[in-house]
Every structure is written in C-alpha cells, then in structure tokens.
C-alpha cells in the first residue's frame, strides 16, 4: 500500500457513514469538489474503488466495508493520541454519537440538550434510534453513548446485572408499563383483572431492538400469554390505532402521559405484577477518562436524573 495520509482517513469515515459526497462534504465542511478530490486518493492509495455511484447515492464496496472496523479502532486511537487533557465547551467542536430508544427521546433530550447547545455551540450529537446492532457498535466504541430499557426484575433476560462487564451505566428514570385502551372500549364496563386484561387483543410496539417485554416473560411463567393481533414500530400510529379500535396498547407510563394528550385513550394499570423498569446512560468503559465524554454524561445525568426524582417524591 502507498503511504498513507491519515487526514484522509477521516473523509473516509464520513464517506461510510453518509454514502455521499454532498452529505460527507456539508458534515466535513469542505466542498463536492474537495471531498471528491480526496476519494480519488484514498482509491489510490488503497487501489480499490471503494464506492459506487448508484441512483441511491454511494454504495461501499467489499474493500471498504472490510477497512470499516480497522478504520474505527485506528481513528479512536489517534483521538486519544491528540484530545486534549482537558474540554473547553465553548469552543469544542466535538460531534457525539448516540443511539436512543424511542420512547426516550422525549424524556431526555429536552433536559439536557438546551444547555449544551448554549454552554457549547459548535458541538454536535449525531442521535439515531437504537436498534439491533447499536449494541454491538457499543461495545466495538463506534457511538460514544445509548440511552437503554433495562429491568429490575429478577425474572427478566434483560435485568441491569446482565448488562456486559465493558459497560460503564447511570440510571436515568425508573418507569413501568400501563395499559391504554380507547374511551368507549367495552371493557371498560367490565371487572378490570387479568381474564379482562387476557380477554381481548392486544396492539404491540417493538422498539430499541427489544422483541418481547418483561409482561410477557411474568405471564408465560403462569403458562399466559397475549393475543397480540398487530405488532407496530411507531407509537404515534399505534396510538391512533389504538383509539380507533379495541386493541389493547402496553406502553411504558412517563413516555405515554406525554403523548396521550391528542389521543381519546384511557390509562389502566397492567394488572400483572412487575418491578419498575429503567432508562439507562450505558456507554464503554474506554470513555471513562475522555473530558468531553465525561462532560456530555454529566450533562445528561445532572440534567434528567433530577426530575425523575422529583416526580417520584410527588407521588408519595
């Protein structure tokens, strides 16, 4: 291989990342022209095309999708090899990743994204939704951060105590799932207990990668289960539909009494016995003495916690 410009690898990481010349030179602050330029030399060097142009934008080839971990691991050591000992937000231009379960978008990023953007206006968080393989990228130290759902009940897979060794956590909000059904709904005329509960069909939403929840692993130890007639991944439609038919929606309780206000829903207790779960900062223990990571997860503790703490005391 030719020798390297390792400022080329940096254009590189973009390129797979976006899958495009205009979105890698808007993010790079460089023009088309530029970037291009610079694609043409990593070809060079790496005597591969590395991507194809397709209606779609690019496409990685075979030899770019296998520089892609390699290029990862390299580049994180030379940030720890030229990151300053100490952070200046205000003049940082450091750019987060994080992948974030659904339901807590709402929860927490208006509590700690206004004071980052005034305490440090030239940083940047990339959020995606987590899903199956944001763990993985976890542990590989591709995204700095998630936002998580994990359980406190001992009958639960995903218990806190299983989360893996190289993980460093902070649990963000304690919550628990509730039941929503629509105002006029029948059984609502009915005892509300578990036959009433197992009676009628359920409307389920699958997100941050999970399949199943804690529910149904406490109800299959009983030989129960859910008639589950539909299975959604976005929750404003399972709401609507939720309000326009006689489904049963399961749903954790903090995010849906932010949501259900444009909705003509009621809210149930579950009528099935379950510790509370919680959302949880996880991020690899290789960011433990990184000042800007540090910092980005004090801001979001000190910034959520609070107010998970506050509404606990209130229902006291």
Known sequence: MKQLDFNLLRVLEVLLEEQSVTAAASRLH???SA???QLNKLRDTFDDQLFERTAYGLK???RALELAPELRAVLQ?????TRPSTFEPAESQ???RMHVVETAYSLSYPHFMPKLLKDAP???VNSQTWSHDSMDKLLRCEIDMGIICREWDNRSLLHMKNLPEELGYAELIRDYPVCLVRRNHPLLKETWDLDTFLKYRHLQVAFGGLEHWLLDDVLKLQHLQRDIAVNMTDFNSALDLCGHSDLILCAPRKYVMKMIADYDLVCLDVPVKV???AYVL???KHFNLDPSHSWLRNLIINGVQPLSEVELLNSF
């Open 30 to 32: 460089l023009s088309q």
């Open 35 to 37: 970037v291009s330029k």
């Open 60 to 62: 990685a080839t075979p």
């Open 77 to 81: 050591k030379l940030d720890q090899f």
């Open 94 to 96: 450091r750019r987060f």
């Open 122 to 124: 030239l940083v940047s």
């Open 275 to 277: 510790e509370p779960g």
């Open 282 to 284: 996880v991020w690899h």
